[in-house]
């Protein structure tokens, strides 16, 4: 199983980057799919959640600037972010996960610059 994150990357306040999650060597419609984040010291974090049905759910700091959504044709989840904040700084982490088995991707940084 391979999720590999892209898009991170230096933006400034208040604008907008696009992740995307593709994975391989799994039945994608079987898992949720999730982002983290992680910041140096402190725990990884749900930052939004996609069930393989579609109904989704945002941690309250993201809520109304950041939009997850899942392809299932091309087994790739992605992550809208808008409205970005210096706060919103970190490394996030693509994940994907059922009653069976979870798996993480590598990672992508997001730095926000004010």
């Known amino acids: 199983v391979q999720l590999q994150a892209s898009g991170g990357g230096l933006v400034q306040a208040g604008g907008s980057l696009r992740l995307s999650c593709a994975t391989s060597g799994m039945i994608f419609s079987f898992f949720h799919m999730a982002w983290y984040r992680q910041t140096p010291g402190k725990q990884r974090e749900l930052v939004a959640s996609i069930v393989s049905g579609g109904t989704t759910n945002y941690a309250d700091s993201v809520k109304g600037r950041f939009a997850i959504s899942r392809d299932n044709a091309k087994n790739t989840v992605h992550l809208q972010m808008n409205s970005l904040k210096p706060e919103d700084t970190a490394v996030y982490y693509c994940?994907?996960?059922?009653?069976?088995?979870?798996?993480w991707g590598q990672g992508t940084q997001v730095t926000v610059s004010s």
């Open positions: 994940n994907a996960y059922n009653v069976m088995a979870q798996h």
